[in-house]
Each structure stands twice: as structure tokens, then as C-alpha cells.
């Protein structure tokens, strides 16, 4: 009776452990604020080459600018693209992270996956505000999400939300000018540990 019970729980528990572990997502990276996966697998089980999307900013959020300013940032948007896009390819090929990486255009046959995203919002801070308050207010800052996307079934693999500030975002005085483009390959390298650890 001892026995039967004792391999009942056994073979129970091997049952309960085997769908738990088919059902589970991927844990977060933990490299962005706000992380989704829906993966179940690594990366590189399924995938050999990543699509980099320019990112998007049609419907950002301009804060702290005026209209001379925001001209200014709409101007350094191609810029702040590039940054990201060679920062993030940079990291992933010093750590043979996929075989192809590729920007906005899918080469036929391979198995990829998409990154595409949007800067949400772009906050040219506050000079005074840092001067006078101190250390942590007035940042200048780079919103921005997107998404994971597997090419061939446009399945989402994984979706994220962060804001860049960088170090040089939080305690200096220079303006969103010099500071964007340092943010935006910040985030280019945030995301290069994201996919780094799903992959």
C-alpha cells in the first residue's frame, strides 16, 4: 500500500512538473522597466537572423520643447534611428547574438524575427530644474516600446517599455541636443542585453 501511494505521488508530481514546464513562458530579462514574453523557447532554438525596424516616432510626445525645439528633435529623428540601430547590431555581433542581423528589409528564407518599436516620448528636462532642485530632477529622457514579432506568422514573441535617461541624462546641464543621440544608442545597447538574454 506504502509502495502504490509512493508511486502514485511520484508519477503525479513527474506529470504536474512536465505540463508546468511545457506551459512556461520564458523568465523576463530583467534589462527594461516593463518586459512581456510569450516565448516559451530560446530564440536560438527557432531563429537565425534578426529584422531591426527603424523605430517609429509619428505619434510621440514632445515634452519641456517649444516648436523651434521639437523641429529640432522631428530633424535629428534619422540620427537617433541610426544610433539605436548600429549600437544594438554592435552589441549582438560582439556576442554572436544571431547569424544575421539585417535592417528594415526580411531576406528571403531565413528564419527571423522582428524587432520594431516607437519612441512614445521625447522630454527635453530642465536645466533649471537641475541646477536649482539637484541630482534627479529636470532629466532629459527618450521613451520608448516596441515588440518582438515572429516574421513568418507575425506572432508577438515579447513586448517592452523603458525610458532612457542615461547617466549623463541625470547629471549634467547639456541640452536634449548632445544628450539625445547618446540616449538613443543607450537604448540600442538595452536592448541588445534584452534579446541577448532570450536568445
Not at 519641456?64 to 522631428?74: F, H, S
Not at 537617433?80 to 528564407?109: D, H, Q, Y
Request: glycine fraction near 8%; hydrophobic fraction near 45%.
Amino acid at each position: 500500500m506504502k509502495l502504490s501511494s509512493m508511486l502514485f505521488s511520484v508519477l503525479l508530481f513527474c506529470v504536474v512538473s512536465s505540463g508546468a514546464i511545457a506551459g512556461d513562458t520564458l523568465p523576463k530579462p530583467d534589462a527594461l522597466s516593463d518586459e512581456t514574453i510569450y516565448l516559451t523557447e530560446r530564440l536560438s532554438k527557432n531563429y537565425d537572423t534578426l529584422v531591426i525596424k527603424d523605430f517609429l516616432a509619428e505619434n510621440a510626445e514632445y515634452s519641456r520643447v517649444n516648436d523651434d525645439e521639437k523641429a529640432t528633435i522631428i530633424k535629428m529623428l534619422p540620427l537617433l534611428k541610426a544610433n539605436l540601430a548600429l549600437s544594438l547590431e554592435a552589441e549582438l555581433k560582439a556576442k554572436n547574438i544571431f547569424t544575421t542581423i539585417v535592417r528594415n528589409e526580411l531576406p528571403a528564407g531565413s528564419k527571423a524575427v522582428i524587432l520594431d518599436g516607437t519612441f512614445s516620448e521625447f522630454n527635453a528636462g530642465s536645466k533649471a530644474a537641475k541646477f536649482f532642485v539637484g541630482f534627479g530632477a529636470g532629466k532629459v529622457y527618450i521613451k520608448f516600446k516596441g515588440r518582438l514579432v515572429d516574421a513568418a506568422t507575425n506572432k508577438e514573441l515579447a513586448t517592452f517599455e523603458d525610458r532612457e535617461t542615461g547617466y549623463r541624462g541625470s547629471m549634467t546641464l547639456e541640452g536634449f541636443e548632445s544628450l539625445f543621440p547618446h540616449q538613443a544608442k543607450g537604448i540600442g545597447e538595452n536592448l541588445a542585453k534584452f534579446l541577448g538574454k532570450l536568445y
